[in-house]
């Protein structure tokens, strides 16, 4: 049970900012929130993650919300090397990782 | 960041063989492993979670006698595919951490099962 709901798929233009949302509404005080993302016939790449503040990093930023049920993905200008499955997850203290479904980010030139 | 690499990255054989699959951690040792199993326009499905020392600890579902997991140091798991079979085809992945909170994954295993 991945517990995170996300939008099956998404488009976005080149370019342009990209917000992709997350809802972990059951999430507990001590789960992190990690953002994968898969490129065709690759592994999971880490994104991002974060517990409670906003974090930023040289691919994305992360937004939580205050009470922590869901966070949004911000890709501030997406490229179309960004068009992949991006997965939302629950990391928790035992570090087990279970895959939700994803959403398919397409980008339009 | 972290590298973990998988070995070989594709691989196809014949039904009733057995094929051997390699992930190591490269600059990080790693006490716990993990293996997925992808199939086309599916998500990462967690198998097993190789621990160094010990056996492996398999999800609800996963025949531990097909799927074969050995972790003898702190830088290899190796998970051996026995008696594949055809819907044993699938993309292979593994994913190791230096840390509780972090998680790299390898490139992944394309098994292909004639």
């Known amino acids: 049970d991945a517990k995170t709901t996300q939008p099956n798929s998404m488009e976005s233009n080149e370019e342009e900012p990209v917000h992709l949302p997350c809802n972990h509404s059951t999430i507990s005080g001590t789960d992190y929130i990690h953002w994968y993302r898969q490129l065709p016939s690759q592994g999971p790449e880490y994104v991002i993650h974060g517990l409670t503040s906003n974090v930023n990093n040289r691919m994305a930023s992360l937004a939580i919300a205050e009470d922590r049920k869901s966070s949004t993905l911000i890709l501030h200008r997406a490229t179309l090397r960004d068009a992949a499955v991006y997965y939302c997850i629950r990391y928790s203290s035992a570090s087990k990782i279970i895959f939700g479904s994803g959403t398919r980010l397409s980008i339009r030139p | 960041g972290a590298v973990v690499s998988q070995h070989p990255s594709r691989v196809i054989c014949k039904s009733g063989t057995s094929v051997k699959i390699e992930c190591r951690s490269l600059d990080f040792q790693a006490t716990t492993m993990f293996w997925y199993r992808q199939f086309p326009k599916q998500s990462l499905m967690l198998m097993a979670t190789?621990?160094?020392?010990?056996?492996?600890?398999?999800e609800q579902g996963v025949e531990k006698d097909k799927f074969l997991i050995n972790h003898a140091s702190l830088t290899l798991s190796t998970l051996t595919v026995t008696s594949a079979h055809p819907e044993d085809s699938s993309f292979y992945i593994c994913?190791?951490?230096?840390?509780?909170?972090?998680?790299?994954f390898g490139p992944g295993t394309r098994l292909t099962v004639t």
């Open positions: 994913s190791a951490g230096p840390g509780q909170r972090e998680q790299y």
């Open positions: 190789s621990n160094e020392g010990s056996k492996a600890t398999y």
